[in-house]
T-cell receptor, first 115, second 116 residues
Framework: AQSVTQPDIHITVSEGASLELRCNYS??????LFWYVQSPGQGLQLLLK??????LVQGIKGFEAEFKRSQSSFNLRKPSVHWSDAAEYFC?????????????FGKGTKLSVIP | GAVVSQHPSWVICKSGTSVKIECRSL??????MFWYRQFPKQSLMLMAT?????????EQGVEKDKFLINHASLTLSTLTVTSAHPEDSSFYIC????????????FGQGTRLTVV
């Protein structure tokens, strides 16, 4: 079965600093990989996704992620964090099923931004 | 972008009563919808996969008689928490797959259920 590990439970960065959130996955084949962001009491918003092709994926809000097969990683990065980026971030792996696919989420990383 | 709407956003109910949560895809048809449960400061745990016109597929450990799922149309799936107890208090989130969108799931805004 697939699994996702987000090693950092909580990260605090200063506004304007760079950010990297770590994500490692376990899956036997090439997975679909996703990063979602969740604000308190809200649903999830997709930041970016990787299916195939270029391993560096650009997303919304200035985020990017790089798929590294050799490290089974899909780390999320942003060069300059804004205060509005404070939220919970979830990495997920999608596995195709019959007619659809299922998402397995990591435990999430809470991002706090210091003004 | 595609929109998935959940209703209600939050609900408080008495122990022993039943609560129905709706998940609607507003601008697309969803053959498959998913129901997740999220405990405070935890990740989303898949409860069940809801397929239009057929029985839902429940994950191991999820009581199908307690969490009734109905997917009667291509735009609506419902989750009914029957005989709710305080331990059922949680944040419930649905998602829907939109065909042709590269296997992207669209999430509802979630429903906060509190059982008192």
């Amino acid at each position: 079965a697939q699994s996702v590990t987000q090693p950092d439970i909580h990260i605090t960065v200063s506004e304007g600093a760079s950010l990297e959130l770590r994500c490692n996955y376990s899956y036997g084949a090439t997975p679909y990989l996703f990063w979602y962001v969740q604000s308190p009491g809200q649903g999830l918003q997709l930041l970016l996704k990787y299916f195939s092709g270029d391993t560096l994926v650009q997303g919304i809000k200035g985020f990017e992620a790089e798929f590294k097969r050799s490290q089974s990683s899909f780390n999320l990065r942003k060069p300059s964090v804004h205060w509005s980026d404070a939220a919970e971030y979830f990495c997920a792996v999608g596995v195709a099923g019959a007619g659809s696919y299922q998402l397995t989420f990591g435990k999430g990383t809470k991002l706090s931004v210091i003004p | 972008g595609a929109v998935v709407s959940q209703h209600p956003s939050w609900v408080i109910c008495k122990s022993g009563t039943s609560v129905k949560i709706e998940c609607r895809s507003l601008d697309f048809q969803a053959t498959t919808m998913f129901w997740y449960r999220q405990f405070p400061k935890q990740s989303l745990m898949l409860m069940a996969t809801s397929n239009e016109g057929s029985k839902a597929t429940y994950e191991q450990g999820v009581e199908k008689d307690k969490f009734l799922i109905n997917h009667a149309s291509l735009t609506l799936s419902t989750l009914t928490v029957t005989s709710a107890h305080p331990e059922d208090s949680s944040f419930y989130i649905c998602s829907a797959d939109r065909e042709g969108m590269g296997a992207e799931a669209f999430f509802g805004q979630g429903t906060r259920l509190t059982v008192v």
